[in-house]
C-alpha cells in the first residue's frame, strides 16, 4: 500500500529560492537511495508556510527512507532553513 507524507513547514521569505534548490536535491539523493520514492512536490502556503508532499510506494521503503535520513547531508542541509516542521504519513486506501 503507498503512503503519502504531508510535511508542513515554515521557512523565512529570503530563503525560498535556496530553500527550493536544497528541496530538488533532497529529492534526487533520496531518489537515488530509495527508489521507491514516486512523487515529490513542494509547495507553498503563503510567504512562510510551506508543504511537501511525498508518496512512497510502500510504508516499509518510507521507514528506511526516516532511518537513513539522519545521517544524509541533503536532508540535513534542507531542513536547516525550516522550523516548526509537523509531518503527517497518509496511507492512501482508495484511488479512483
Known amino acids: 500500500m503507498s503512503v503519502i507524507t504531508v510535511t508542513r513547514f515554515q ?15 533532497l529529492v534526487s539523493a533520496t ?6 520514492l514516486t512523487e515529490a512536490r513542494l509547495g507553498r502556503i503563503d510567504d512562510s508556510t510551506w508543504a511537501g508532499v511525498w508518496r512512497w510506494d510502500s510504508a516499509a521503503t518510507l521507514r528506511a527512507a526516516r532511518q537513513a535520513a539522519s545521517a544524509d547531508a541533503a536532508a540535513a542541509e534542507a ?3 525550516t ?5 503527517d504519513d497518509i496511507d492512501v486506501l482508495d484511488e479512483h
Open 11 to 25: 521557512a523565512d521569505p529570503s530563503d525560498a529560492d535556496e530553500l527550493r534548490a536544497r528541496h530538488a536535491a
Open 31 to 36: 531518489r537515488a537511495a530509495f527508489p521507491g
Open 79 to 81: 531542513f536547516a532553513l
Open 83 to 87: 522550523r516548526d516542521i509537523t509531518v
